[in-house]
């Protein structure tokens, strides 16, 4: 009989435990080539958090008709945005990985940090099998998602599940679900959007816009809708802002379900049919720049609101490598390590030879 569980890396008694950070984000294709968005797409849609539609409805649509007309004009949108590095998103996620683990290495914490993505590479599978080869066994998922979702926070622990469900010796893991509400992150936001009006002045409405879900999954207790607006009342309060000032709305839109709504491109167009001359945009559902907001809000939204009459358009960059959002996240990941032994024990001969030195000139004095 053929063992369920793939080979490891053999146990070795009395070795001390390593601690881990794997830090998970959507996921991007390779490449802006129709290939590459296709294999990325088809990996996206048939992750069943994401569209909940019976397998033999949903499926034949997908291979029949989404992928072949979708993957060539996705890939020409991801094509504007790519950069000679490669795709924003994933340079971004390196990015924050390397500087959390620097921000957490000046706390004091030795642990690894690596980073994943659900859909695509690196896959959160590989990043775990790595760590474990590299004897880890405390691992922190700290998700990129400050709102909670079943489409995106229960994806990632779905792909956790399978994962363990192969391995023979699992890992102790802890999982960051939300911190939509954490001050750390809100302040971040605050600050950044507070820093572009001080350079290009205050707008008229600003437009918080979030990725939308379909709206029956508000219906079926998804807390994802209650917790972009708590976001987004904060961030108001932060800024000042009375309500007649901001709206909250939800872009990205696919099929024709009813979604979350306003949505986000009608919001735009409103506006500028109602005579507000300048609308800013920011999106806090996104904590690193990506297709969503690079060219679904900073292009098409630009020219939506544009061609309306309105006569001036901000996109507020996502928080990225900004240092205040590091050190929140940081924050976040150093709250739920608690209670592992991710910091050097002084070691016990040094710790008494500075207690008889302390003694020793106690009494001298």
Same mark, same amino acid.
């Given at each position: #009989?053929?063992?369920?569980?793939?080979? /490891?890396?053999?146990?070795?008694?009395?070795?001390?435990?390593?601690?881990?950070?794997?830090? @998970?984000?959507?996921?991007?294709?390779?490449?802006?080539?129709?290939?590459?968005?296709?294999?990325?797409?088809?990996?996206?849609?048939?992750?069943?958090?994401?569209?909940?539609?019976?397998?033999?409805?949903?499926?034949?649509?997908?291979?029949?008709?989404?992928?072949?007309?979708?993957?060539?004009?996705?890939?020409?949108?991801?094509?504007?945005?790519?950069?000679? /590095?490669?795709?924003?998103?994933?340079?971004?996620?390196?990015?924050?990985?390397?500087?959390?683990?620097?921000?957490?290495? /000046?706390?004091?914490?030795?642990?690894?940090?690596?980073?994943?993505?659900?859909?695509?590479?690196?896959?959160?599978?590989?990043?775990?099998?790595?760590?474990?080869?590299?004897?880890?066994?405390?691992?922190?998922?700290?998700?990129?998602?400050?709102?909670?979702?079943?489409?995106?926070?229960?994806?990632?622990?779905?792909?956790?599940?399978?994962?363990?469900?192969?391995?023979?010796?699992?890992?102790?893991?802890?999982?960051?679900?939300?911190?939509?509400?954490?001050?750390?992150?809100?302040?971040?936001?605050?600050?950044?959007?507070?820093?572009?009006?001080?350079?290009?002045?205050?707008?008229?409405?600003?437009?918080?816009?979030?990725?939308?879900?379909?709206?029956?999954?508000?219906?079926?207790?998804?807390?994802?809708?209650?917790?972009?607006?708590?976001?987004?009342? #904060?961030?108001?309060?932060?800024?000042?802002?009375?309500?007649?000032?901001?709206?909250?709305?939800?872009?990205?839109?696919?099929?024709?379900?009813?979604?979350?709504?306003?949505?986000?491109?009608?919001?735009?167009?409103?506006?500028?049919?109602?005579?507000?001359?300048?609308?800013?945009?920011? @999106?806090?559902?996104?904590?690193?720049?990506?297709? /969503?907001?690079?060219?679904?809000?900073?292009?098409?939204?630009?020219?939506?609101?544009?061609?309306?009459?309105?006569?001036?358009?901000?996109?507020?960059? @996502?928080?990225?490598?900004?240092?205040?959002?590091?050190?929140?996240?940081?924050?976040?990941?150093?709250?739920?390590?608690?209670?592992?032994?991710?910091?050097?024990?002084?070691?016990?001969?040094?710790?008494?030879?500075?207690?008889?030195?302390?003694?020793? #000139?106690?009494?001298?004095?």
């Amino acid at each position: #009989m053929v063992s369920p569980f793939q080979s /490891e890396p053999p146990f070795t008694h009395g070795e001390a435990p390593r601690t881990a950070v794997l830090y @998970c984000n959507l996921g991007t294709p390779d490449e802006a080539t129709s290939g590459a968005v296709r294999r990325y797409l088809a990996e996206f849609l048939r992750d069943p958090r994401v569209v909940e539609i019976p397998r033999l409805v949903w499926l034949p649509l997908l291979y029949g008709l989404i992928l072949p007309f979708r993957s060539g004009k996705s890939a020409a949108k991801y094509a504007s945005i790519w950069t000679p /590095e490669g795709s924003p998103l994933r340079l971004w996620t390196e990015k924050q990985a390397k500087l959390l683990q620097g921000w957490l290495g /000046e706390q004091g914490h030795r642990v690894k940090v690596r980073y994943a993505m659900r859909y695509g590479s690196p896959s959160i599978a590989s990043q775990l099998d790595a760590l474990k080869a590299e004897g880890v066994t405390r691992i922190l998922i700290l998700q990129a998602y400050p709102q909670y979702s079943g489409t995106t926070t229960a994806s990632v622990i779905d792909a956790v599940a399978a994962w363990s469900s192969r391995t023979r010796n699992v890992p102790e893991l802890r999982f960051v679900n939300r911190y939509h509400d954490d001050r750390g992150y809100v302040n971040a936001l605050a600050r950044s959007i507070d820093r572009q009006w001080r350079e290009k002045g205050v707008p008229d409405h600003l437009v918080i816009s979030f990725h939308g879900v379909p709206e029956r999954t508000l219906k079926l207790g998804d807390p994802y809708h209650c917790e972009c607006h708590k976001t987004a009342r #904060m961030l108001a309060a932060k800024l000042g802002l009375e309500s007649n000032r901001y709206t909250v709305s939800f872009q990205s839109r696919f099929g024709k379900a009813k979604w979350l709504e306003p949505y986000t491109e009608p919001t735009l167009r409103a506006l500028g049919k109602r005579g507000v001359k300048r609308v800013d945009v920011v @999106c806090p559902g996104f904590t690193a720049d990506c297709l /969503e907001t690079l060219e679904e809000i900073a292009m098409e939204g630009r020219q939506a609101f544009l061609e309306v009459g309105g006569k001036d358009f901000h996109y507020i960059p @996502c928080l990225n490598d900004d240092p205040a959002w590091i050190a929140a996240l940081g924050a976040v990941a150093g709250q739920h390590l608690g209670g592992w032994p991710t910091r050097d024990e002084p070691d016990a001969q040094a710790l008494a030879a500075s207690r008889e030195r302390a003694k020793a #000139m106690g009494a001298a004095q």
